[in-house]
């Protein structure tokens, strides 16, 4: 994570407060790790901190919230209110892309988490979007899916693959 402070650098370290809004919050301290305090480096504006997000059984059932705000501390007072807070979700559930049915439906087909993982597994990433990918890469990994599932289902003749409503994959 990246903290951006308004103003002008200083010659001196800063110290800014990070707070648990638990109000706002579902994770138990079990599921994440986060620093209370940052330290912004002297003629500095910007500061990189670390927050775990853990992996926990709860999360294979729900998905859990993390709100954290910026506090008060004695270099900083807290800025503009609808950017002095970071929100984290996270579960430990394949979750359908955001983008399936506006950029990946009309390339791969109907969504299933069958259909989802057995890309993530033969191509080995979990991203495809047209804002980072050029369209003829998405149709190559659409071809590369067609040969995938082809070869499954000849090596699996009597129990080609099905999504978890059994119904045949298809690309």
Same mark, same amino acid.
Not at 14 to 23: D, F, I, M, P, Q
């Given at each position: 994570?990246?903290?951006?402070?308004? $103003?002008?650098? =200083?010659?001196? *370290?800063?110290?800014? &407060?990070?707070?648990?809004v638990s109000?706002?919050?579902?994770?138990?301290?079990?599921?994440?790790?986060?620093?209370?305090?940052?330290? #912004?480096?002297?003629?500095?504006?910007?500061? *990189?901190?670390?927050? *775990?997000?853990?992996?926990?059984?709860e999360l294979?059932?729900?998905?859990?919230?993390?709100?954290?705000?910026?506090?008060?501390?004695? +270099?900083?007072?807290? $800025? =503009?209110? @609808?950017? +002095?807070?970071?929100?984290?979700?996270?579960? +430990? #559930?394949?979750? %359908?892309?955001?983008n399936w049915?506006?950029?990946?439906?009309?390339?791969? $087909?109907?969504?299933?988490? =069958? %259909?989802?993982? /057995?890309?993530?597994?033969?191509?080995?990433?979990?991203? /495809?979007?047209?804002?980072?990918?050029?369209?003829?890469?998405? &149709?190559?990994?659409?071809? %590369?899916?067609?040969?995938?599932?082809?070869?499954?289902?000849?090596?699996?003749?009597?129990?080609?693959?099905? *999504? @978890?409503? $059994?119904?045949?994959?298809?690309?």
């Amino acid at each position: 994570m990246t903290l951006h402070v308004m $103003g002008n650098p =200083v010659n001196k *370290d800063r110290v800014a &407060n990070l707070e648990l809004v638990s109000a706002q919050s579902t994770a138990t301290s079990s599921q994440y790790s986060i620093p209370l305090q940052v330290t #912004v480096p002297a003629n500095q504006l910007t500061v *990189d901190f670390t927050v *775990d997000l853990l992996r926990t059984v709860e999360l294979q059932e729900k998905t859990v919230r993390l709100y954290i705000k910026l506090a008060e501390s004695a +270099d900083f007072k807290t $800025g =503009v209110v @609808e950017q +002095d807070h970071f929100l984290f979700k996270w579960n +430990d #559930v394949l979750s %359908k892309p955001k983008n399936w049915e506006t950029e990946l439906k009309s390339v791969f $087909g109907e969504y299933s988490l =069958v %259909k989802y993982r /057995f890309m993530i597994d033969i191509l080995d990433t979990a991203t /495809f979007s047209s804002e980072t990918m050029s369209w003829a890469e998405l &149709n190559n990994y659409k071809i %590369k899916m067609r040969n995938a599932l082809t070869a499954y289902n000849e090596a699996h003749p009597t129990e080609p693959l099905k *999504d @978890e409503n $059994g119904q045949l994959v298809s690309f």
